[in-house]
């Protein structure tokens, strides 16, 4: 079977003057919808906050994304190309974020805003963890679209093999960014969805939370072993990446928040 010729799509569209990045697009959208599904879940009881909260938060959550992600990158990728040219750290238009950095943004914006308010940082971050998986999954169709973050070389015959036009070496290769848009963003979002039905798992503060956790680990961790390490980076020992390295302890601390969750009794019935 041939691969997939993917053709040179726009990395956005203007209206007017402005230019409109896809990137930035998948950002705002996963964002909003996320928003608006946590008015709905933080109302299931156990409730988590009132709706102000949910609306107050979305200004937290795009600094911790925004502010985490580019830290992030900036530390875990390139500390020094970014240290030697420091004026280049804050160019987030020329791409460059990290989901481990935003998740540890976002944590703390979590923890900051939920003792501001007197919230329950467990119980609110459980209902956060449900809708994250949204933004995740437009993320990586807009690292499909701009044709970045290739996957590893395909071996003959797989069907959705694809040859992308930015690639000098023109070899048919795993779709990662599908892959990592399946993984992370529609089957983790199922799982997600799923278990946020039940009152027994929301009752639990941290399950959620602790799911979200250790499965975006197991599904980046998987995803990783068909997409094409950093040029500038490459594989690190025993053929690892990064982003593996990255979310090992992801997986040990959600691991251990499951755990905890579990074998604590509910308030409701302690």
């Given at each position: 079977?041939?691969?997939?010729?993917?053709?040179?799509?726009?990395?956005?569209?203007?209206?007017?003057?402005?230019?409109i990045h896809?990137?930035?697009?998948?950002?705002?959208?996963?964002?909003?919808?996320?928003?608006?599904?946590?008015r709905?879940?933080?109302?299931r009881?156990?409730?988590?906050?009132?709706?102000?909260?949910?609306?107050?938060?979305?200004?937290?959550?795009?600094l911790?994304?925004?502010?985490?992600?580019?830290?992030g990158?900036?530390?875990?990728y390139?500390?020094?190309?970014?240290?030697?040219?420091?004026?280049?750290?804050?160019?987030?238009?020329?791409?460059g974020?990290?989901?481990?950095?935003?998740?540890?943004?976002?944590?703390?914006?979590?923890?900051?805003?939920?003792?501001?308010?007197?919230?329950?940082?467990?119980?609110?971050a459980?209902?956060?963890?449900?809708?994250?998986?949204?933004?995740?999954?437009?993320?990586?169709c807009?690292?499909?679209?701009n044709?970045?973050?290739?996957?590893?070389?395909?071996?003959?015959?797989?069907?959705?093999?694809?040859?992308?036009?930015?690639?000098?070496?023109?070899?048919?290769?795993?779709?990662?960014?599908?892959?990592?848009a399946s993984?992370?963003?529609v089957?983790?979002?199922?799982?997600?969805?799923?278990?946020?039905?039940?009152?027994a798992?929301?009752?639990?503060?941290?399950?959620?939370?602790?799911?979200?956790i250790?499965?975006y680990?197991?599904?980046?961790i998987?995803?990783?072993?068909?997409?094409?390490?950093?040029?500038?980076?490459?594989?690190?020992?025993?053929?690892?990446?990064?982003?593996?390295?990255?979310?090992?302890?992801?997986?040990?601390?959600?691991?251990?928040?499951?755990?905890?969750?579990?074998?604590?009794?509910?308030?409701?019935?302690?």
């Amino acid at each position: 079977m041939s691969p997939i010729i993917l053709p040179v799509f726009p990395r956005g569209f203007h209206i007017g003057p402005l230019f409109i990045h896809y990137y930035a697009l998948a950002y705002m959208l996963g964002l909003l919808a996320g928003w608006q599904l946590m008015r709905r879940l933080v109302q299931r009881a156990p409730v988590a906050s009132t709706l102000l909260h949910v609306d107050d938060f979305l200004t937290w959550a795009v600094l911790g994304v925004i502010l985490g992600g580019r830290t992030g990158y900036v530390l875990f990728y390139q500390p020094g190309y970014f240290f030697a040219h420091p004026l280049q750290i804050p160019a987030v238009w020329d791409g460059g974020m990290s989901f481990h950095g935003g998740f540890l943004g976002v944590s703390l914006a979590i923890l900051w805003f939920s003792l501001k308010h007197g919230l329950h940082p467990l119980r609110f971050a459980d209902r956060i963890s449900v809708a994250v998986p949204i933004g995740l999954f437009l993320g990586r169709c807009a690292n499909f679209i701009n044709g970045e973050l290739w996957g590893r070389p395909a071996p003959p015959g797989f069907p959705l093999a694809m040859i992308y036009p930015g690639d000098p070496s023109q070899l048919p290769r795993f779709p990662s960014e599908l892959i990592e848009a399946s993984l992370e963003g529609v089957l983790l979002f199922g799982v997600m969805l799923f278990a946020a039905r039940f009152y027994a798992v929301r009752v639990r503060s941290g399950l959620l939370t602790g799911i979200f956790i250790a499965g975006y680990a197991i599904a980046r961790i998987t995803a990783e072993c068909f997409r094409e390490p950093d040029a500038f980076l490459g594989f690190l020992p025993f053929g690892t990446t990064m982003g593996q390295v990255l979310s090992v302890p992801m997986l040990v601390a959600g691991l251990g928040l499951i755990i905890y969750a579990l074998r604590r009794k509910p308030p409701e019935v302690a």
